[in-house]
Nanobody
Framework: QVQLIESGGGLVQAGGSLRLACVASGLTFSHYSTGWFRQVPGEEREFVAF????????DYADSVKDRFTISRDSARNTVYLQMSRLKPEDTAVYYC????????????????WGQGTQVTVSS
């Protein structure tokens, strides 16, 4: 049984930082590419960041480029999302997701999802 568990969300002031973590059981991140998505109530789930399983190549949404960094710790089977210079518009529930595709950014191409962690950025 595959489980992805996110942690690290919380309340932070604008300009601050948070680091989200996604721990997997039942799969290995070195064999599954991983994405971070976010969702605001009433809106569609939005791609945030991606890391490929084979070479660590990554991709980011334009809205977070140069502020967020995705990384992987294979020994801990954990993927991180370091978020810096946070803005109120970054407020959302953040989800990690895993896919067997080498490269994917659309939510429908991800096979496993975590339960989400709330990030709230106050102005």
């Amino acid at each position: 049984q595959v489980q992805l568990i996110e942690s690290g969300g919380g309340l932070v002031q604008a300009g601050g930082s948070l680091r989200l973590a996604c721990v997997a059981s039942g799969l290995t991140f070195s064999h599954y590419s991983t994405g971070w998505f976010r969702q605001v109530p009433g809106e569609e789930r939005e791609f945030v960041a991606f890391i490929a399983y084979n070479n660590g190549r990554n991709d980011y949404a334009d809205s977070v480029k140069d502020r967020f960094t995705i990384s992987r710790d294979s020994a801990r089977n954990t993927v991180y999302l370091q978020m810096s210079r946070l803005k109120p518009e970054d407020t959302a529930v953040y989800y990690c997701a895993a896919t067997s595709f080498l490269w994917a950014t659309a939510p429908e191409n991800f096979h496993y999802w975590g339960q989400g962690t709330q990030v709230t950025v106050s102005s």
